[in-house]
């Protein structure tokens, strides 16, 4: 009996310990409600600007683009990750097409990858970066921009 009690309590006590952490990755994926209120930084495509929603917590990186019905042409989101690392996106709840271009440091595109709504097929990076840069799918293509092609702003440093 003693034991029951005691494993009955203990499960408590982890539950409670974890239940802050866990809340808001339950509600981040089920309040259907697109992040719109991130901060925002400037960057450049050559000739071409880009004002992007800057997500750079778990919480707002897991949330990323979904729920969205729609976007701005110029406008995308910069995942931003403490380490460069093998990305990978999927589009849960994701509901435009969107392209990725994963990024380096230097802001040189990594690689390019077009993304499907409501996808769960997994979408990764070819080498280890640290920035991910989701667009409205075709605007890389439209303007003629490849892997190896430089973005500029803030997050990679001077050009």
């Known amino acids: 009996m003693l034991t029951t009690t005691f494993l009955r309590l203990l499960r408590a006590l982890l539950l409670a310990a974890w239940l802050p ?3 808001p990755l339950a509600h981040a994926q089920n309040d259907g409600k697109p992040q719109l209120g991130l901060p925002r ?7 071409h600007r880009i004002d992007a929603q800057v997500a750079a917590t778990p919480e707002q990186r897991q949330i990323g683009l979904m729920h969205r019905r729609e976007m701005p042409v110029h406008e995308g989101m910069l995942f931003v990750f ?5 990305q990978c996106f999927w589009m849960r ?3 435009i097409p969107l392209t990725a ?11 390019l990858v077009d993304m499907q709504p409501l996808s769960e097929a997994s979408h990764c ?8 840069l989701e667009m409205n799918q075709g ?3 439209k303007r003629r921009i490849a892997a190896g092609f430089r973005l500029g702003g803030v997050p990679f440093g001077p050009r």
Do not use: C, H, K, Y
């Open 93 to 95: 709840n994701t509901l």
């Open 82 to 86: 403490e380490q460069p690392a093998t």
């Open 21 to 23: 952490f866990l809340l």
């Open 139 to 141: 605007w890389f293509a």
């Open 101 to 111: 271009a994963f990024v380096a440091d230097d802001g040189r595109i990594v690689n």
């Open 41 to 47: 930084v400037a960057l450049s495509a050559g000739m």
């Open 125 to 132: 990076s070819t080498e280890p970066v640290r920035f991910v």
